[in-house]
């Protein structure tokens, strides 16, 4: 069926779940269903508002039969949007039962992952993951980060519906207590697999992804994979409402009161899902998806870029929306501004890519080309002439750019330069992802040796980015006394360099305290204003013994005025704060006084 046949619809809403369709069907009632081959269909449409919704009930867990289901609608359906509405289990102490997961990020725990040996013999064998993440669209995390700012009155009387159903329960003190009664939602990220969370030490394990994990489920990684692969790259939302807390309690609060909790966790993300339709901006964000989707298809290629850039290490929000923007402003003809748009987003995705800390500014020619080096693989053959390539690329989108109309454009040269951007992306970051995961192996091995240590050191030496990779997610304590002895906590000689590896000392501060300590004394006199802050972050990590070690190096980082470094002297408040707290009051009052030393403040600015 050609996609010009297909019915158009605003949402096709997925419930993984029976129950989780019956209680959006308590709130709103389906206008009819129907039968597409052997596959059924629900249609609705929501009042006070244009929209039109087909749903969809999978009826089994799990990532694959989602996939599945998505694909088949879609060659049914031409949507705007997905939206995934159920139920999952909550990780932390940052959500009770009934309150909201609306994820930045979904992890897919399970891609990649392998099982080996446990060298250590501590277990029959380890599993070794190298999750997949799957970003939200951006404009829809903003809208929904700002919904509670934005529209006042929706999200209150949301909040006040949950109010009333969660008085009208008749629960235990001791189970109350778990239950939301002040209604909220967070943005942070979701794990997604094909395993139910019901054992502790399993969720233990795998919570150490990230930090900003909070919650787990069984099919979000389905819907934004099936999306993805699209060429129309379908927005999807995930809505989930929580309903345990991932550990060896799940079973025992699914059967209380028949599955109450699970009601409440999946009327709670219907009714907000029908609580933000109302928004007029969110019927803004939905029509630009239309209009976006009307005229502006991709290629396989651009697809497969589009899936490189949509995983984690490279920033995925702001990499997809460069690529995409310039892609979609370039298909609009109608806007004569067209090739200049483009240029400015392509030259800014180049130096994004091969410059992700912001370290280099547009004006320093030499520094770009060194860093474009540093993008480059330097084991191909070619690594000369594709450096000297990229550079021209990306001099000749930042020229048109930023004199617009005094340069003639020839759309036939500004394709091959773009469909060259596009191969290169290709080629250098399906083959990073390929060398990821195997320095990710490497960085867990649990005990590493200096021969592990000569393995990571080939491959983090070669390319800037999976140096930077290596010390952004490395987690294991372990690995401190090799680094150090290795040279890579040495005094720099360029004392205004960032050290990415200085992020990874606030991760081990806890197990290793003296050796930190010791490291930080060591690179104290490092200028760079975000080594301090990663120093500061380390710092509130340690224990009021540690820290009286450090009052020095503290007090001499306390250097400028305020508004020259506002990050740093947040986390020297959050510091004094800790110290009150633990008691340690003339610690506090020393640090408190460098602070407030006005005199010396005026005598360095006037010098």
Not at 301 to 307: A, D, E, L, P
Not at 577 to 605: G, H, P, Q, T
Request: glycine share 2%.
């Amino acid at each position: 069926m050609e996609s010009q046949e297909k019915e158009k619809y605003d949402f096709l809403i997925v419930f993984p779940l029976q129950e989780e369709f019956n209680y959006f069907i308590d709130i709103i009632q389906e206008k009819e269903s129907k039968r597409i081959n052997s596959n059924y269909y629900y249609i609705f449409d929501f009042p006070d508002t244009d929209f039109r919704a087909v749903a969809l009930i999978a009826f089994e867990p799990g990532i694959n039969r989602t996939i599945h289901l998505i694909d088949v609608a879609l060659s049914y359906f031409n949507v705007d949007m997905i939206v995934m509405i159920g139920i999952a289990g909550g990780i932390g102490d940052d959500l009770k039962l009934g309150d909201l997961i609306i994820p930045e990020t979904v992890i897919e725990y399970e891609a990649d992952s392998k099982a080996v040996e446990d060298e250590n013999m501590k277990k029959p064998y380890l599993v070794e993951r190298s999750p997949k993440h799957w970003s939200i669209n951006d404009n829809i995390l903003n809208f929904i980060r700002n919904f509670s700012n934005i529209e006042k009155e929706l999200y209150k009387n949301y909040q006040d519906q949950v109010k009333k159903f969660v008085s009208s329960l008749t629960l235990e003190e001791n189970l109350m207590v778990h239950v939301t009664t002040d209604p909220k939602y967070l943005t942070n990220k979701l794990l997604s697999g094909n395993i139910v969370g019901t054992a502790t030490e399993f969720i233990n394990e795998i919570k150490s992804i990230d930090r900003k994990i909070i919650g787990i489920e069984m099919e979000a990684a389905g819907a934004l994979r099936a999306a993805s692969e699209l060429s129309t790259n379908v927005p999807t939302l995930i809505i989930r409402g929580i309903s345990d807390f991932a550990d060896d309690r799940k079973k025992e609060f699914d059967n209380i009161q028949k599955g109450i909790f699970r009601e409440l966790a999946a009327r709670n993300a219907s009714l907000f899902f029908l609580t933000i339709i109302q928004s007029k901006t969110f019927k803004d964000i939905q029509e630009e998806f239309f209009r976006f989707h009307e005229y502006f298809r991709l290629d396989e290629r651009q697809k497969n870029i589009v899936n490189l850039l949509s995983q984690e290490p490279y920033d995925a929000r702001e990499l997809n929306n460069l690529y995409l923007g310039a892609l979609r402003v370039l298909n609009d003809e109608n806007n004569p501004d067209r090739f200049y748009q483009c240029a400015y987003s392509l030259h800014h995705l180049i130096l994004k890519l091969i410059n992700p800390d912001n370290q280099v500014k547009l004006e320093e020619k030499d520094v770009i080309y060194e860093k474009v080096e540093s993008f480059l693989d330097q084991n191909d053959s070619s690594f000369r002439n594709s450096v000297n390539f990229l550079f021209d690329i990306f001099s000749y989108f930042q020229e048109i750019s930023t004199h617009s109309n005094k340069i003639l454009i020839i759309e036939k040269i500004f394709n091959q330069k773009l469909e060259s951007l596009e191969l290169i992306i290709w080629s250098r970051l399906s083959r990073f992802y390929d060398i990821l995961s195997d320095l990710q192996e490497l960085m867990n091995i649990p005990e590493p040796t200096q021969d592990i240590m000569e393995e990571v050191e080939i491959i983090i030496n070669a390319r800037n980015d999976l140096f930077r990779e290596f010390f952004l997610n490395l987690r294991n304590p372990e690995w401190l006394h090799l680094l150090d002895q290795n040279g890579y906590f040495d005094i720099p000689e360029d004392k205004n360099a960032y050290m990415i590896q200085t992020v990874y000392l606030e991760k081990v501060a806890t197990e290793k305290s003296e050796k930190v300590v010791e490291i930080i004394k060591r690179l104290s006199n490092i200028k760079n204003w975000a080594v301090r802050v990663n120093f500061l972050k380390t710092i509130l990590n340690l224990s009021i013994q540690h820290i009286e070690k450090l009052v020095d190096e503290i007090k001499s980082w306390i250097e400028t005025p305020i508004s020259k470094n506002y990050s740093l002297y947040e986390l020297v408040k959050n510091l004094i704060e800790k110290l009150f707290s633990e008691n340690a009051l003339l610690l506090a009052r020393e640090i408190s006084e460098e602070i407030f030393d006005v005199e010396k403040y005026y005598n360095k600015e006037s010098s």
